[in-house]
Structures are given as C-alpha cells and as structure tokens.
C-alpha cells in the first residue's frame, strides 16, 4: 500500500497569533513548547523511556488528576480488584507522559521518519467505504494516541480533523496551526455545515464524540453500563450526508515499537430513525475500542460529569 500525498486546501479558519500571547503568564507554556520542539531530535526508544518517566512522576505528584482515573476505572471495570486499578492507572499515566513526547512528532517529525512506525489493520475498510462516493466519518476516540493517529493515518490518505475551539494561548493557537498545516482542512466541531460539506465532497473526516456532552442536543447512553452525556452528532452527520462510518484508533505495538492503525468494518444500519439507539451503539463502539488498549485511553476526563437529572457527580 503506498501513502498517498497529502493535498494542501484554503482553511476555513486559520489560527492567530496575538502580542498578549508573549505575556508572562504564558511563558511556561512557551517553553514547553520548546522542549517538545528540541525532543523530536531524541531516537524514538529514548522518547518512549522518558515518557514512562513522566507518566509515573506525573502519577506521584498530580493527586486530582489521579483520583479521576480512579474513579473512572473503578466505574467502568468494577469486576477489577482495587490492585488491578491501581496498576491499569499507573500504566495509563505512562501513557500520557508518552503522549507529550508523541505530540512532538506528529507535528514536527517528517513523514520518513515516522513511516517505519507505522502499520495498518483494516486499512481496506476505508477504501470500500470511500467507493460509495458519500464521505467517510473516521470514528475514534480520545485515546492517548490521539495526535499521532490523526497523523500517520494522513500519510495513507488526505483527511479533515475537526478539533474544538478553546481560548487563545500559546499551545492552542498552536495545535490548531499544525492541523492546518497538515491535514486538508481543520474544522470546527461547532461547524456543522462544513463537516457535512466535506462529506458531500467524499472526504474523510477524523471524528472523536466520546467525551461528556454538556451540549442542549445531548442523550444519555451507557458507557461500560453507566449512564453518561453523550454527542448525537454522528448519526445526524451520517444521515445528512449518507456517509459511512468507520471506526479507528492507533494502538501502540507490544516492544515499543510504532503504532498499528486499527479499522473496523463500516458499521452497518446506521443510522436509524432512533438517536439515542444509534448513539449507544457507537459507545459501545468505543467500549469496543478501549477493550483493544485499556491503558491508552484518555480516563483523566471527567467522562461522567453531566449525569442524568438529580445525579451526584462521582468526581
């Protein structure tokens, strides 16, 4: 399978930079930044090395952060022993710290570097998804791959991300630069006219609804049997644009060695006339998912913060 170029587009938004961005309190981020910029010149096994450093120094020293993964395991996996929690959050925090490290690649790291890290499970259910001539939803999750995913899956093929506009500081301006730069277009997830433009068009859109919802047009679904607030989107997005829906995620290889772009058939019936049906489907998707690499999943997100009416958060 040979990589296809990736075909630089006009954005629909472009990222600024402002003068109150070199203001002091944005200086740590600036030379964070910098490190990551600098880390990129490390041999791949060093990166991973010190990326399980920081993971379990940041497992020692970020207490509220630690008692959200908690929580969230002993909900989601309440079959497991309080050790085994214990030990799945530990190996969660490595992979943040890992994470950090995999940004800087994904940004700056060139395509011949990262070519060699990079192997395909199911690569030919886009292809088919993508003869149909409606677009393609590339469904994933927020795993701690995330930015190296979008990455090296556009070095197969050209694909919009869509990311979610937050407030202007050094590193968000940032990141939204980069998916300009590198991917064919970087949209909005609060444009929806353009998402479905580029469906229409037969594109392929990253895609990434699994985070609490807080939005007017949520419904509750299970995840791993809890209810939680969830993004509709997908469906409403398949049924606008007749696209298929194809779920992804990079796995890091055992050995420490590259990542393996994982691709599920296209999920057949869907959507539905039944929203919240088609929503709990696609959690169970990601359940689905998160089975493959459990560590590699992003349980520091508050997932359940929006319970159902009269619902106590856990957090």
């Keep these: 399978m040979r990589p296809l170029p990736r075909k630089q587009t006009v954005m629909t938004e472009r990222s600024t930079f402002s003068l109150q961005m070199l203001a002091p309190r944005h200086w740590p981020s600036w030379i964070g930044l910098g490190l990551l910029r600098l880390s990129v010149a490390l041999p791949y096994q060093v990166q991973l090395r010190l990326g399980r450093t920081l993971g ?25 022993s309080e050790t085994d929690c214990q030990a799945l959050a530990r190996e969660h925090f490595q992979a943040l710290g890992i994470s950090l490290f995999e940004i800087a690649l994904s940004w700056w790291a060139s395509d011949a570097r990262l070519r060699p890290l990079l192997s395909t499970q199911g690569y030919e259910h886009i292809e088919q998804a993508l003869q149909t001539g409606k677009g393609v939803i590339l469904l994933t999750a927020h795993f701690t791959t995330l930015e190296i995913s979008a990455r090296l899956m556009s070095m197969l093929r050209p694909i919009d991300v869509t990311y979610r506009a937050g407030d202007e500081n050094p590193i968000g301006t940032h990141l939204r630069g980069q998916r300009d730069k590198l991917y064919e277009e970087a949209i909005p997830k609060e444009n929806v006219r353009g998402v479905i433009r580029r469906l229409k068009e037969n594109k392929i859109i990253w895609y990434a609804p699994d985070q609490s919802f807080g939005g007017t047009n949520r419904v509750f679904a299970t995840f791993f049997g809890i209810p939680a607030a969830s993004n509709p989107a997908t469906s409403r997005f398949a049924r606008i644009s007749g696209a298929r829906v194809v779920p992804f995620f990079a796995r890091r290889r055992e050995r420490d060695y590259g990542y393996e772009l994982i691709f599920l058939p296209a999920l057949e019936d869907f959507p539905t006339a039944d929203l919240t049906a088609d929503t709990q489907r696609i959690n169970h998707v990601f359940e689905e998912l998160i089975a493959r690499a459990p560590e590699q999943y992003f349980w ?16």
């Excluded at 997100?301 to 009416?309: D, Q």
């Design 56 to 80: 379990n120094l940041l497992w020692r020293l970020a207490g509220r952060h630690r008692r959200i993964v908690l929580t969230n395991l002993r909900l989601c996996f309440p079959q497991k």
């Design 300 to 315: 520091v997100h508050k997932r359940f913060k929006h319970g159902p009416s009269g619902q106590e958060s856990p957090y």
